[in-house]
């Protein structure tokens, strides 16, 4: 039975997705698989690719109906949307809220029989609307980019765990409770489908099951809305099941072993303490607290914001500057009163054309402070920040500072009508230090290191090695480039998810985070007389790295330093003065 053909009226007993439901695809021969993967990567060899392997690009290709041109497009397109989202390491510097990791129902359980992953999504019983009240749009797709590439880590995780050619995972959408105002609503429904649109654009092919359980009799019109978004060849791996237990049940373990499932959904799999539900893999979402609801939090002009407009329905204003100095930081911080705002950033070159670094969209600057900022290597380019008004019967109050480019040598800033703007900036450099020469010396650090991946591309971060380095570029890089060997050899920049402490660590290893200092720095109490072993000090020195990022997330304010206590009471030689412990 088709989608198309589904009724409300009809009883849901759904499997009509199954690989021999005879839906007719092109066949194409290995022997043409592998020239269109040759072409492809031929194609695409100016490219740094995140993975190279021919089993991605044919990916891209089978979505394609392996036209090479097509797959290009789409490919380049996919890695500009990387670079523009700095995809490529957000397992590295990102980390959800607390609410996302409590409300938001997606965790892995186990593996299928074919090795492939096997993820629960609680659909139906996430409080899907209540939860983008808790976040803003940037925030909402810095978590759903971080999610996809948390996916795709689970199945380089499952190649080497199973030492099999990996490439898709089975999913179990659970719409058990499911109600349509959860998903209506325009920004729970724009979300959803772009979340589709993003996910089939830029991971094609990665899905091997999806088990849709307790589909609700208006199911077929989500579905009718949400079909023509999915790939003709990921329709066959897709079953759906309406509220028949045993039918579902029973779909389940053929391809998932009973060990690998948990019992609340047919399997034996069970937490520790015996739950059925296993809360320790995965959450079943629930109603989120009002507590975290953004309306509650908004954001507050800072002290050194000084510059203020306003900005009516239809309104808009237009900051320009010229580049004269190469190298040049533009940065802007701002937040609105009343309601959100469209924004821009871009820049116009001397034959008018122009170059989008920021795309017009809407900014939730009212529900938190919007931040960035862009370098321009080339003199002589215009470059303009515009916003723009909509929407909302009373005028915009919006206080900006940083709207400006840290010239090096001219410090100047004019709006588009050459009025001289005076603000002030709050730099991370000390001010002790020569602040032009610590901003050079940072650009150009990057610019040597441009050939490198960087866990940590922020500038704060550059700035420590060349602090240590006594702003010696050279020799900054020469450490930097090490560290970053280091890091691959031991496998440090995925340790989180490679790596778990044993319980005779967890049990007798003394340290933790117990709170903040009056500077906003994490707390680490350590005690020494407990011998580390070495994935154990990677593993808890990258703790304490995140522990600055959670810090500067939750605060808004730069944090790029730790506090230790260390607590010599009890203190024995006997401890520290053996070979091993020396």
């Given at each position: ?13 759904f ?6 439901a ?7 021969c290995?022997s043409?698989?592998?020239?269109t ?10 490219c740094?690719?995140?993975d190279?392997?021919d089993?991605?690009?044919l ?26 989202n ?10 959800p ?5 409590k ?18 999504c609680?659909?139906?019983r996430?409080?899907?609307?209540a ?9 909402c797709w810095?978590?759903?980019a ?8 689970s ?13 898709g ?45 307790n ?20 329709i ?20 998932i ?11 034996t ?8 539900k ?12 009002s507590?975290y ?12 914001m000084?510059?203020?407009?306003s ?7 237009k ?11 533009l940065?802007?911080?701002?937040m ?11 820049s ?12 017009l969209?809407r900014?939730d ?11 321009c ?13 909509h ?9 900006s500072?940083n709207?400006?480019f840290?010239?090096r ?5 004019q709006d588009?009508?050459g009025?001289?703007?005076?603000t ?12 032009i020469?610590a901003?050079n010396?940072?650009q ?21 090695w060349l602090?240590v380095?006594q702003?010696d570029?050279a020799?900054a ?13 031991n ?9 778990t402490?044993?319980e ?5 290893d ?6 903040v ?6 707390g680490?109490?350590?005690?020494i ?17 995140r522990?600055?990022?959670v810090?500067?997330?939750r ?8 506090t230790?206590i260390f ?6 030689l ?5 070979k091993?412990?020396?």
């Amino acid at each position: 039975m088709n989608v198309a053909q589904l009724r409300p009226v009809q009883p849901i007993v759904f499997d009509q997705f199954s690989d021999d439901a005879g839906t007719k695809f092109k066949t194409v021969c290995v022997s043409k698989a592998n020239t269109t993967v040759l072409q492809l990567k031929i194609a695409l060899k100016d490219c740094k690719l995140p993975d190279s392997s021919d089993e991605y690009l044919l990916k891209w290709l089978k979505v394609q109906d392996y036209n090479v041109a097509r797959a290009e497009n789409m490919l380049r397109q996919s890695l500009e949307w990387r670079q523009f989202n700095g995809v490529d390491d957000i397992l590295n510097w990102y980390v959800p809220p607390e609410f996302m990791s409590k409300y938001f129902s997606l965790g892995k359980v186990g593996l299928d029989r074919f090795g492939c992953p096997v993820y629960v999504c609680c659909i139906g019983r996430m409080d899907f609307k209540a939860l983008l009240l808790c976040i803003t749009r940037k925030q909402c797709w810095n978590f759903i980019a971080w999610k996809f590439e948390s996916l795709t880590l689970s199945l380089h995780e499952a190649r080497k765990q199973t030492g099999e050619n990996i490439d898709g995972y089975t999913i179990l959408m659970d719409f058990e409770g499911l109600a349509l105002r959860q998903y209506t609503c325009k920004p729970a429904m724009e979300t959803v489908i772009e979340t589709m649109k993003c996910f089939l654009l830029n991971y094609p092919d990665h899905l091997r099951r999806v088990f849709a359980l307790n589909a609700p009799k208006f199911f077929p019109y989500l579905f009718t809305i949400l079909k023509p978004f999915v790939p003709q060849t990921d329709i066959p791996k897709i079953k759906i099941f309406g509220r028949d237990r045993k039918q579902w049940t029973s779909a389940l373990l053929e391809e998932i072993d009973a060990d690998q499932l948990p019992a609340f959904y047919g399997g034996t799999l069970t937490d520790p303490d015996g739950d059925p539900k296993c809360p320790s893999k995965f959450n079943m979402g629930g109603e989120v607290h009002s507590s975290y609801y953004l309306s509650n939090n908004g954001p507050v002009a800072k002290d050194y914001m000084k510059e203020t407009m306003s900005i009516g329905a239809g309104g808009k204003k237009k900051f320009k500057y010229k580049v004269d100095v190469p190298l040049s930081v533009l940065r802007w911080e701002f937040m609105t009163e009343g309601g959100d705002i469209r924004f821009r950033v871009y820049s116009k070159n001397s034959k008018g054309s122009t170059n989008d670094f920021v795309p017009l969209s809407r900014v939730d600057s009212h529900l938190a402070m919007e931040e960035g900022y862009l370098t321009c290597e080339e003199p002589g380019k215009y470059f303009s920040l515009r916003f723009f008004g909509h929407g909302h019967p009373n005028p915009i109050s919006a206080s900006s500072t940083n709207q400006h480019f840290d010239k090096r040598k001219s410090s100047q800033q004019q709006d588009c009508n050459g009025n001289v703007l005076q603000t002030e900036k709050k730099s991370f450099i000390d001010p002790k230090y020569d602040q032009i020469k610590a901003e050079n010396a940072i650009q150009q650090l990057k610019m040597a290191m441009k050939d490198c991946k960087l866990h940590n591309p922020h500038d704060e971060y550059l700035y420590k090695w060349l602090l240590v380095n006594q702003f010696d570029v050279a020799r900054a890089e020469k450490m930097l480039r090490q560290t970053l060997e280091w890091r691959r050899v031991n496998g440090v920049d995925n340790i989180f998810q490679t790596y778990t402490p044993s319980e005779v660590i967890r049990k007798y290893d003394s340290g933790g985070q117990i709170g903040v200092d009056k500077f906003g720095c994490p707390g680490i109490m350590r005690s020494i007389t407990q011998k580390e072993f070495t994935k154990f000090t990677f593993w808890t020195l990258e703790n304490y790295v995140r522990a600055t990022q959670v810090e500067t997330e939750r605060t808004g304010k730069v944090v790029t330093q730790s506090t230790y206590i260390f607590d010599y009471e009890g203190f024995s030689l006997s401890h520290m003065s053996s070979k091993p412990g020396m």
